[in-house]
Nanobody
Framework: QVQLVESGGGLVQPGGSLRLSCATS????????MSWYRQAPGKERELVAR?????????NYADSVKGRFTISRDNAQNTMYLQMNSLKPEDTAVYYC?????????????WGQGIQVTVSA
């Protein structure tokens, strides 16, 4: 079955950096559109960054993270990354990995369990 497992979160000071990873299995990773979402306490889940399938590899970002975050994918390792630089307290949230694709002629959307990122002095 489709599995997404996030890692790399934790506590970091303002201005610091973290790199999130999303290890995947159970589907054709190179054919899936992959995204990072986040949800802060009391707020709705929001899109942080998205990267399209391997062929195009186009990306888009939330305005709040442009220039600070970089999404990437390693199709050989079936893994997606989010490099987060110049972190701010308002980046504190649970970050979720998301995959959207087609497997055996059936479309799917799958989520990881989420990982906490806390930006605080």
């Amino acid at each position: 079955q489709v599995q997404l497992v996030e890692s790399g979160g934790g506590l970091v000071q303002p201005g610091g950096s973290l790199r999130l990873s999303c290890a995947t299995s159970g589907f054709t990773f190179s054919s899936a559109a992959m995204s990072w979402y986040r949800q802060a306490p009391g707020k709705e889940r929001e899109l942080v960054a998205r990267i399209t399938r391997a062929g195009g590899g186009g990306t888009n970002y939330a305005d709040s993270v442009k220039g600070r975050f970089t999404i990437s994918r390693d199709n050989a390792q079936n893994t997606m990354y989010l490099q987060m630089n110049s972190l701010k307290p308002e980046d504190t949230a649970v970050y979720y990995c998301n995959a959207v694709g087609v497997e055996r002629l059936r479309s799917f959307t799958s989520w990881g369990q989420g990982i906490q990122v806390t930006v605080s002095a």
